[in-house]
């Protein structure tokens, strides 16, 4: 019985240290996007029309986020069927994507 009640409590360690690492996701028809707690913009999923803003138009998924840009400064983001909206907290407004 300690030994489930330990592992409980390890388990539950672990799903909190990742459940606060988001700070806010936007999901649209082929893409997820978030923001990290660092204020770090993430990205993944179809980049059909450059979506993922990698410079590239690949026709396969990115399956686990990857980071978007080296700032650390995004405020929100919102994904749309084939583009991306974000602002940072210098109140710029940054669009990519189709």
């Known amino acids: 019985m300690k030994k489930i009640i330990i592992l409980l409590l390890f388990l539950l360690t672990i799903k909190n240290d990742y459940a606060q690492c988001w700070k806010s996701v936007s999901g649209g028809r082929e893409n997820t996007f978030g923001i990290k707690t660092a204020s770090t913009l993430w990205g993944w999923g179809d980049n059909y029309y450059g979506q993922l803003a990698d410079g590239t138009f690949n026709y396969y998924a990115i399956t686990l986020p990857r980071q978007i840009s080296p700032s650390n400064n995004w405020e ?12 940072k907290t210098d109140g710029t407004l940054w669009a990519w994507g189709g």
Request: hydrophobic share 40%; net charge neutral; proline share 0%.
């Open 76 to 87: 929100s983001v919102s994904v749309g069927q084939h583009h991306v909206i974000a602002t």
